[in-house]
C-alpha cells in the first residue's frame, strides 16, 4: 500500500529543502508566506492537485521560520531562508513554485495559477504522465 506520507502537501522549512536539493531529490516546493492571499488561493489548486495525483509538494513559510532582527536597520532576516536561495536563487514573489528534479531546478513560477495551468506544468517537468494530451489541443 501507500503510504499517506508520500503525497499531499507537506509542511516543511528551508532547511528540509535544502537536504531535498543535496539529496538529488525530486521535489514540488512551494515557497509562501502564511499572511498572502494569493498563497492561500494557490493552497486550494495544490490541494485538489495532491487529491487527484500521487505528487508530493513541499510547502516553505518564509514567516514561520527562525527570524533574526538586524539591530541598526530593524529588518527582518531569515537565515535558514536565505540560505535556501542560494540553491533556488532570489524569490521576489509569492508564492514562488519550483521543479526540482534530482536536486536541479527544471522550472519555476511565481503567483497562483489555475489548476489547469498546474498540472500542465506538473506534466511538462515530469511529475504527471501526459495522460489526456490530445483532449486539450488548443
Known amino acids: 500500500g501507500c503510504f499517506p506520507s508520500t ?4 509542511h516543511s522549512s528551508s532547511k528540509d ?3 531535498a536539493i543535496e539529496s538529488k531529490d525530486s521535489l ?3 515557497i509562501g508566506t502564511t499572511q498572502c492571499g494569493s498563497c492561500k488561493e494557490f493552497s486550494e ?12 509538494i513541499a510547502e516553505v513559510f518564509i514567516d514561520e521560520e527562525e527570524s533574526e532582527t538586524d539591530p541598526n536597520t530593524q ?25 526540482i528534479n534530482n536536486g536541479l531546478i527544471k522550472g519555476t513560477f511565481t503567483g497562483a495559477v489555475s489548476y489547469d495551468t498546474f498540472k500542465s506544468k506538473l506534466e ?11 483532449q486539450s489541443e488548443e
Do not use: C, N, W
Not at 7 to 10: K, T
Not at 124 to 134: D, I, M, R, S
Open 75 to 99: 529588518e527582518v532576516r531569515y537565515p535558514d531562508f536565505e540560505e535556501l536561495q542560494q540553491y533556488i536563487g532570489q524569490v521576489g514573489a509569492t508564492p514562488s513554485v519550483f521543479f
Open 28 to 30: 514540488i516546493l512551494v
Open 17 to 19: 529543502a535544502i537536504t
Open 45 to 56: 489548486v495544490m490541494k485538489q492537485i495532491t487529491e487527484q495525483y500521487d505528487i508530493r
Open 124 to 134: 511538462k517537468y515530469g511529475f504527471l504522465p501526459e495522460e489526456t494530451k490530445q
Open 7 to 10: 503525497s499531499g502537501i507537506v
